[in-house]
């Protein structure tokens, strides 16, 4: 009777403590467009024909989004033509709320996790500054990272 209990308990708490990881996993998303989903983004953007064809194959964008307990770090790496920048974005993590939380009050992302795929709400981030940089990222869809 006492293995049984025992048993019981154990299972319970292999139940909950799963639970716990899955709300606290740390892992990565990664978005990778390609040169046909950036001319989409160019010409949505107000890109006239011939700047969208020039830069499309010249452009290659990168962002990977690391969660790690309550923090993430949004890493976003561009390269037109031979010019490469690099931008790295600290931010603390509302898992409950699903939002983003950076270093000024009104640098707040929502962020959305559906399977293996996650989606910043730019639109609702009221930092120009961040805005501004994330444009890239308005409707991208990350990629959990394997």
């Known amino acids: 009777m006492l293995k049984r209990i025992l048993?019981?308990?154990?299972?319970?708490a292999s139940v909950f403590t799963l639970g716990a990881c899955s709300t606290n996993e740390n892992t990565s998303y990664v978005y990778h467009p390609s040169k046909t989903e950036l001319a989409k983004w160019m010409k949505a953007e107000g890109a006239d024909q011939e700047t969208t064809d020039f830069l499309?194959?010249?452009?290659?964008?990168k962002a990977t989004l690391t969660f790690n307990d309550h923090h993430a770090k949004l890493t976003l790496s561009t390269?037109?033509?031979?010019?490469?920048?690099?931008?790295?974005?600290?931010?603390?993590?509302?898992?409950?709320?699903?939002?983003?939380?950076?270093?000024?009050?009104?640098?707040?992302?929502?962020?959305?996790?559906?399977?293996?795929?996650?989606t910043?709400?730019?639109?609702?981030?009221?930092d120009e500054s961040l805005q501004s940089t994330l444009v890239y990222l308005k409707n991208a869809t990350f990629k959990r990272s394997k």
């Open 7 to 12: 048993f019981f308990l154990f299972l319970i």
């Open 56 to 61: 499309a194959n010249r452009m290659d964008l």
């Open 120 to 126: 910043l709400d730019i639109s609702k981030n009221t």
């Open 79 to 118: 390269k037109v033509v031979d010019e490469t920048n690099h931008w790295d974005y600290e931010f603390t993590v509302d898992r409950e709320k699903q939002i983003l939380k950076g270093s000024s009050p009104s640098s707040r992302i929502p962020y959305r996790i559906n399977g293996d795929e996650l």
